[in-house]
């Protein structure tokens, strides 16, 4: 089985653009979370989708967004990119959401640098 | 509030066991878990443990959880130089998806020879 891909995994940005990352989930997985990466924060949440419906979104401002698609894809969107934008971000699919306890597979990542 | 905390730097030798340590704040978590991230890759995870559980092994790795000083540990037996990795321990109120999981900053683990 296919692991969690992540499209592309290299990018280089400007300041002020903005940038679309793509995750796709392993077969069958509904649920997929976002994560950024950087030496100064370390890990942080910043949401999760679930049957094409945002659950919970972490402590980061609106210009992130994301959204999920019926084949349970999902992309992330950054508008109007800052240079603390540059991370690598995350990807983790599992088969389900809630309640019961279930794994969580994260694809390599996108790293993503703003100039 | 949630909070992880790990030490930033353990330094083994080879061959002996490594013992990665991790605090956390929660009390309502459920599942506590060790991931392990390679240069240039994303989080593999290793083991995981619910909170009603006091110990976890699984081949070279036991996981140790003291739910009342909220208290983890993941010990490597046999350390060999393709664990040299960094290593989060993570933590989660529900099974980890919806609410997110909330990572430490992570422990590099350094294998000398």
């Known amino acids: 089985k296919a692991g969690v891909t992540q499209t592309p995994r290299y990018l280089i940005k400007t300041r002020g653009q903005q940038v679309t990352l793509s995750c796709s989930p392993i077969s069958g997985h509904r649920s997929v979370s976002w994560y950024q990466q950087t030496p100064g924060q370390g890990l942080q949440f910043l949401f999760e989708y679930f049957s094409e419906t945002q659950r919970n979104k972490g402590n980061f401002p609106g210009r992130f967004s994301g959204r999920q698609f019926s084949n349970s894809r999902s992309e992330m969107n950054v508008s109007t990119l800052e240079l603390g934008d540059s991370a690598l971000y995350l990807c983790?699919?599992?088969?389900?959401?809630?309640?019961?306890?279930?794994?969580?597979?994260f694809g390599p990542g996108t790293r993503l640098t703003v100039t | 509030g949630e909070d992880v905390e790990q030490s930033l730097f353990l330094s083994v030798r080879e061959g002996d066991s490594s013992v990665i340590n991790c605090t956390y704040t929660?009390?309502?978590?459920?599942?506590l878990y060790w991931y392990k991230q390679e240069p240039g890759a994303g989080l593999q995870l290793l083991t995981y443990?619910?909170?009603?559980?006091d110990m976890k092994q699984d081949q070279r790795l036991t996981v140790l959880l003291n739910k009342k000083d909220k208290h983890l540990s993941l010990r490597i037996a046999d350390t060999q130089t393709g664990d040299s990795a960094i290593y989060f321990c993570?933590?989660?109120?529900?099974?980890?998806?919806?609410?997110?999981?909330?990572f430490g900053k992570g422990t590099h683990l350094i294998i000398q020879p």
């Open positions: 983790a699919s599992s088969l389900t959401s809630g309640g019961i306890y279930y794994e969580q597979y």
């Open positions: 929660d009390s309502s978590s459920t599942y």
């Open positions: 443990i619910f909170s009603n559980m």
């Open positions: 993570a933590e989660s109120i529900g099974g980890g998806g919806a609410d997110g999981l909330t």
